[in-house]
């Protein structure tokens, strides 16, 4: 059950994703880095650690953008972009998402 923990919550997840041949993307958006600097660094290993057991470069993917460098203006609070930073940050994950083969242009 996902309900377990987050680790069987994400297996169980990743298995569902490939049964229905489907692409999976873990993603840590982008924060600033007064957020950044107060998260712990062992659960910032722990939640990078965890989301790369399951990569595998085919069909589950792991995007990390909390070391994306943004100005205080782009950030509606510490953990979340407003729509100068929705400008300025979409373009980057549309590129990613399209070099990936998730999307197309």
């Not at 957020?35 to 990569?55: C, F, H, I, N, Q």
């Not at 595998?56 to 943004?70: E, R």
């Not at 972009?81 to 929705?86: T, V």
């Amino acid at each position: 059950s996902c309900l377990v923990g987050s680790e069987m919550c994400i297996e169980t997840v990743v298995e569902e994703c490939k049964k229905r041949d489907l692409s999976l993307i873990l993603y840590n958006a982008p924060v600033s880095t007064e957020y950044m600097e107060r998260v712990p660094l062992s659960y910032r290993e722990l939640t990078d650690s965890l989301a790369r057991e399951y990569v595998d470069d085919k069909t589950v993917f792991y995007l990390n953008y909390t070391a994306v460098s943004l100005p205080d203006s782009c950030y509606r609070d510490a953990d979340h972009l407003n729509e100068i930073g929705i400008h300025r940050f979409t373009p980057l994950l549309k590129d990613t998402l399209t070099c990936l083969g998730v999307i197309s242009e």
